[in-house]
């Protein structure tokens, strides 16, 4: 059936260029080559409930703008994102466009184009340097960064009240002794996702408070003494019983959710949080504030997904590049960045969302993010071992032991 | 279909006399059978070998095979320490989940078989759990006993068993024994139904000639009833073990937000190799060794059961 749409459309694209030609119209050049359409496949991730009609919003713009060119817009939740795009891999039907996280091992595999292949040269230098130095792997650029996030520490200011805390923490210790007041009351003090969907997310937080990190694009280090001590805060929060019930089997996003209807003290949450309690529930009285750390020093995660384009049979740069340079100019960039809740990576978006004041407290911790180390090949193999092993802090095992446990893997990744 | 061998015994020799002529109507039954054959050439046959053919394989972990691996990935397998908690979490799953479903059904299937009023109705009802989806029965319950929302929980706390929500789907043994109340809740519709059917079959005069002899319900439980039943409970309980020693979604469900391996068994293990290290090449070896258990199980049941054996 698929095989019968794309031939009819080649027909109709083909009759359409022999009408224009006949009228004399040249146009512009790709509109009147005879190959007729392109077809490019689109994969995503669910950012938000909107994701899907914004894409689509984008797409229908751009095949206004580009008769030749149609995109097979597929949206997958993160939970299974990879696992779909690995199955198609598999079966060497990857998608033209990929939106994900992690991208070293596929361009190191050859499987990608690179991004002067795939962007504009106008497009390419956008980007903020930053960004674009982290799309890297030895010295070539990949994937073009899409959008940046942080994380902020959200806190519900009745509950503060009630717990008799002043403001928001600022230490881990001071974290310590609010989440302890507020459990006190009856409500948990801090709420800890350490289940599959993002414990790699708050593992980094916590680690990066401590002046940890993961490691760089030659080595993953997870086991080392920052982290451990980090690891080892966190296990003293939930043996203390100061955060939600199974820590080590809660996920993110219906733990937020949770946090919305005002039964969590504190969260670490995304810019889109302030979206999302916007939308579901207005009267919740919280704030926002830096993520506490070990020494008061701010520190946060930084994420920063990205585009990419695999290489299937036949070329389909041209048309890749034509998408890319559309969707990254600030009139189409900075709608979808905004109303997606991110912020932007081009400096020409940056420019035009300064003046948005519930994304300033993010803006001003994005200097000092530390991010994944995505350009490691190792990278995708360690966030997995997170996903599946990290919670096991939740569930009584030793932090040293957990740490013990992904790195071996990272290790064995990386040989 | 596993009835079949059962069915299809007696009558030993003259079956010999038209083997031969099958055989010789083999051409011309082909163009019959041809697009059977085909059919499971490629979806039993050709899955099966490019399994194996895999687990042989390096593949990276974008799906890319990158040549020949030997044995090394079996070898992985069978080092690894994860493998004998996963083992063992199969074991007592498979038995539990099938020796409960068994007890059940008989005893089910023995209420269903005596004339009652309203049996139709609670005949029907007892396929409800069959007729609805897998996927969907476990999510109720999952939900239901969610520590935030669930309305079970809610319950249990509302009467007073609990004294606060508890996560019964996020900690490991309470999460197993749930995934087991519903597999034996979504197993007993087969199962009653073939050995009710193996009930309806067992002859009256039988009976009659026990109640004359003056044998007790239990003796002529035991020794008329069970015995005839042996067809019918052979094959519920080798489908059942099949089914629930492969059995996914359940398990993912309810198990699924447990970190580690504590909770897993062959099959959630195999998924999450899978989704989380993303080894093709080690999730079809562990495929295989899946593959090869349930082969020695079911040969080891045929060879001490002897379903198959005439009464």
């Known amino acids: 059936m698929k095989k019968s749409i794309r031939t009819g459309m080649v027909a109709s694209v083909a009759v359409a260029g022999l009408m224009l030609s006949s009228c004399g119209f040249g146009g512009g050049d ?76 596929f361009a190191t595999e050859g499987l990608l184009y690179t991004a002067e292949e795939i962007a504009s040269p106008e497009t390419i230098a956008d980007f903020q340097e930053s960004f674009a130095a982290n799309e890297q792997v030895d010295g070539t650029q990949y994937a073009l960064p899409l959008l940046a996030s942080a994380r902020a520490l959200f806190y519900n200011e009745d509950l503060f009240e009630e717990a008799g805390v002043d403001g928001p923490p600022t230490t881990w210790d001071e974290l310590y002794d609010a989440a302890a007041a507020i459990t006190e009351t009856g409500t948990p003090g801090y709420g800890m996702p350490l289940g599959s969907e993002e414990a790699q997310g708050e593992a980094l937080i916590w680690m990066a408070g401590n002046g940890g990190g993961f490691g760089d694009e030659s080595e993953i280090t997870v086991n080392t003494p920052e982290n451990l001590e980090a690891a080892e805060f966190m296990k003293r929060m939930i043996d203390d019983g100061l955060t939600q019930a199974d820590p080590g089997a809660t996920q993110r996003t219906p733990m937020i959710n949770v946090f919305i209807q005002g039964q969590i003290g504190m969260v670490y949450g995304l810019p889109q949080t302030v979206g999302q309690i916007e939308a579901e529930n207005p009267e919740l009285n919280y704030g926002l504030a830096n993520i506490p750390t070990a020494s008061g020093e701010p520190a946060t995660l930084g994420v920063a997904d990205r585009l990419m384009s695999f290489k299937n049979d036949g070329d389909k740069a041209e048309a890749v590049t034509a998408f890319m340079d559309f969707f990254f100019a600030p009139e189409n960039y900075v709608e979808w960045v905004s109303t997606e809740g991110f912020l932007p990576t081009t400096i020409s978006g940056a420019e035009e969302m300064s003046g948005d004041e519930t994304l300033a407290p993010f803006l001003e911790m994005l200097p000092s993010a530390v991010f994944y180390p995505t350009s490691n090949p190792a990278w995708n193999a360690t966030d997995g071992a997170f996903k599946s092993l990290f919670g096991q802090l939740g569930q009584g095992m030793e932090p040293a032991e957990v740490l013990e446990q992904i790195q071996a893997e990272a290790d064995e990744a990386a040989e | 279909m596993s009835a079949q061998p059962v069915l299809a015994n007696p009558a030993a020799s003259p079956g010999r006399k038209r083997r031969r002529q099958n055989s010789d109507g083999l051409p011309a039954a082909l163009p019959w059978i041809g697009p059977v054959l085909l059919l499971i050439f490629a979806i039993v046959i050709f899955p099966a070998g490019f399994m194996i053919y895999n687990s042989t394989r390096e593949i990276s972990q974008s799906g890319i095979d990158q040549g020949s691996a030997g044995f090394a990935n079996f070898a992985d397998v069978f080092t690894d320490p994860n ?76 009467i007073g068993i609990l004294d606060s929500p508890y996560g019964f789907t996020k900690n490991v043994i309470p999460a197993l024994g749930l995934a087991i109340i519903v597999a034996v809740f979504v197993s007993i519709p087969f199962t009653a139904y073939t050995l009710l059917a193996g009930l309806q079959a067992v002859p009256e005069d039988a009976l009659e000639a026990a109640k004359m002899d003056g044998a007790g319900r239990f003796r002529t439980y035991f020794s008329i009833v069970l015995p005839q039943l042996r067809g019918a409970l052979a094959v519920a309980v080798l489908i059942n073990i099949i089914n629930v020693f492969n059995n996914l979604p359940i398990l993912r469900i309810i198990t699924g937000s447990i970190p580690g391996y504590q909770a897993d068994t062959l099959m959630t293990y195999i998924f999450k190799v899978l989704q989380f290290d993303r080894r093709v090449d080690i999730a079809s070896a562990l495929s295989v060794l899946n593959f090869a258990i349930v082969i020695v199980i079911v040969a080891a049941y045929v060879k001490i059961v002897k379903p198959m054996k005439e009464l």
């Open chain 1, 30 to 105: 790709s509109g009147g080559e005879e190959e007729g359409s392109t077809s490019l496949d689109l994969l995503v991730p669910s950012y938000s409930d909107g994701s899907r009609a914004l894409w689509e919003g984008v797409i229908e713009e751009f095949e206004a703008a580009n008769e030749d060119i149609s995109i097979n817009l597929q949206v997958e939740s993160w939970e299974n994102l990879e696992s779909v795009l690995n199955t198609q891999i598999q079966a060497g039907e990857a998608p033209d466009i990929y939106n994900g996280g992690a991208f070293s091992a």
């Open chain 2, 83 to 158: 493998l004998p908690r996963v083992l063992l979490n199969t074991v007592v799953w498979v038995v539990v989940v099938v020796s409960l479903t068994v007890l059940i059904s008989l005893a089910l299937a023995q209420f269903l078989n005596k004339p009652f009023p309203g049996r139709t109705l609670v005949r029907m009802a007892v396929v409800v759990p069959w007729a609805a989806s897998v996927v969907m029965t476990t999510t109720v319950f999952y939900y239901g006993l969610d520590s935030n929302y669930g309305i079970m929980n809610a319950f249990l706390v509302d």
